[in-house]
């Protein structure tokens, strides 16, 4: 398996150094053809292995099984999480994941049951790549490893990590580590039928909708969820819609008050910033112990919750209107900060 | 006018419970989960606007028919989508937030998350608008991924390819492809 994750990383490298490239038609696919070529394996090996093996699981193994399977699994995947907390800047998250670490090892023998979240303290979804997220590196170009799926660079990068460090993975002996990675991953595809049953019934084209949604969810993650919404791409056409069923309200004017000077931007542009005013309007609304509580763990006098959360500095791969354009910014001395590193692109 | 949270709260409940005390829809029916979705949340749904957001800037090129066409496909697509979506869920535990918005807004997201053991909670937030006939939704986002914005490239590669009539034939041949009897829709536990 460490072989594997060192050519894994050969693999990045080289296509880093080389532009291992095809030409696509989204800026953020690159390598479109090959990327494609990949997820054509990845499906029928899924199709041919992957379903029926989950499937047969799902239908043999009773659900509490099944369960306890997922609990232990997840229990181990806590320490790394609560460590990528610690990295990311939150030091109470992390702390949470080490008391679940160490009360499902002890009360909910060896991980088995999941005793933490019964409690309130809330299970997290961590990774390097969700770090590296965080302090400020962007996407990448987007990719499809065999058998691992969607990924972009900076999430394989944290991959590379993940499977590095993963407690599973150095487990010894051989015997036991294989068949707890293949039970693990078993179980992780079974926990997806759901999920890829939806996708084939909602996608025209798979591949386009599966890329969106990865791309969608892991800026989802490395927001923890509070992603700006602004910074989502609402087109014009919305506005256009407007004209069909009148809006209520004008947008421009409190767009142009928020974006400031020196942005020029389009139509959509500003729908967006107006929807970003409105959300940090709302955002007053959540300051205080609100995000203690809502974490389940009370509220705290400490500075925990009481300021808003860091903004993290995106890489200026983006410009205006692009699909990356950065959140509007709420703080305008953080912005005047910004010009320190150049667009890459 | 009932305000956005409880709104979404009384749907998601009523609906969910309809789908676990229906013995049909336990064995699979879809037809009737469908039929359940379409007189119960579709009306709270601004539809005009998730299309119109979905196709994005091709949509002025559409003519009116056209427009209606393809509105007429998406809302058929989405539907069945939602209903499975909503079926599989439907034996978790849902936590409805409270809603983090001043009264005067009028553009607000109601935060639903879907509890599951040994995994992170699974978010839903609807955005919703205030309009004369009450609060509509216009995007969903499930973990993080919203719908309308998830479809938005793959229209854009249809139309950029075969047109506006190739989008609604496309959209009509995956919703006649969707027809074909599929698994049970509730999960099995």
Request: charged share 30%.
């Amino acid at each position: 398996m460490m072989r594997w994750a060192k050519n894994l990383a050969m693999v990045l490298l080289l296509c880093g150094a080389a532009g291992c490239a095809t030409v696509g038609t989204d800026p953020r696919d690159p390598m479109e053809d090959f990327n494609r070529a990949v997820y054509g394996f990845n499906e029928a090996f899924d199709e041919l292995v992957g379903k029926p093996v989950a499937t047969g699981y799902r239908d043999i193994i009773p659900g509490p099984a099944r369960m306890m399977v997922r609990n232990f699994f997840s229990n181990i995947a806590d320490l790394w999480i609560g460590a990528n907390n610690l990295l990311q800047g939150k030091p109470l998250d992390a702390l949470t994941d080490w008391t679940r670490f160490a009360m499902n090892s002890t009360m909910g023998l060896f991980g088995l049951l999941d005793f933490a979240s019964e409690l309130g303290l809330e299970k997290h979804d961590e990774d390097f790549g969700q770090t590296f997220g965080r302090w400020g590196m962007a996407d990448g170009a987007y990719h499809v490893w065999p058998f691992l799926g969607p990924s972009t660079t900076r999430d394989s990068l944290g991959m590379v990590l993940d499977i590095y460090v993963d407690p599973v993975v150095r487990h010894k002996p051989r015997g036991v580590r294989t068949a707890m990675v293949v039970t693990r991953a078993i179980s992780k595809r079974a926990d997806l039928l759901d999920a890829s049953r939806i996708l084939e019934e909602a996608a025209l084209d798979k591949y386009v909708f599966q890329r969106d949604a990865y791309l969608q969810r892991r800026r989802s993650l490395i927001h923890d969820g509070e992603a700006p919404r602004a910074a989502r791409e609402v087109p014009r056409a919305e506005n256009e819609a407007g004209e069909v069923q009148p809006q209520p309200q004008a947008r421009p004017v409190e767009a142009a008050r928020l974006t400031g000077p020196g942005r020029q931007c389009g139509a959509r542009e500003r729908g967006a910033a107006a929807r970003g005013a409105r959300r940090a309007g709302g955002g007053d609304a959540r300051g205080g112990c609100a995000r203690g509580l809502k974490r389940g763990l009370g509220c705290f006098p400490s500075s925990y919750g009481s300021r808003p959360r860091p903004r993290r500095r995106q890489l200026r791969l983006a410009r205006c209107c692009s699909p990356w354009r950065p959140a509007p910014q709420r703080n305008p001395r953080r912005r005047a900060r910004r010009p320190r590193r150049p667009a890459s692109r | 006018m009932t305000p956005p949270d409880v709104l979404v709260k009384t749907v998601t409940l009523e609906v969910v419970d309809i789908i676990q005390k229906d013995k049909e829809i336990q064995k699979g029916d879809r037809k009737k989960v469908i039929a359940l979705i379409e007189t119960k949340v579709l009306p709270h749904f601004n539809f005009l606007a998730m299309t119109s957001s979905a196709v994005g800037r091709n949509w002025d090129k559409a003519s009116a028919e056209q427009k209606l066409r393809v509105q007429e496909e998406f809302k058929t697509l989405l539907v069945r989508t939602y209903s499975s979506a909503i079926a599989a869920y439907s034996t978790q535990k849902f936590d409805f937030r409270p809603l983090r918005a001043k009264p005067t807004d009028t553009d607000v997201t109601v935060n639903v998350r879907v509890m599951q053991t040994g995994n992170q909670p699974v978010t839903i937030d609807y955005d919703m608008e205030k309009r004369p006939t009450g609060w509509k939704v216009w995007d969903v986002r499930v973990g993080g991924i919203s719908l309308v914005a998830n479809y938005r490239t793959e229209f854009d590669n249809i139309v950029r390819e075969r047109g506006v009539d190739g989008l609604i034939k496309a959209l009509q041949a995956k919703n006649s492809s969707n027809e074909t009897p599929a698994a049970a829709v509730v999960p099995k536990k």
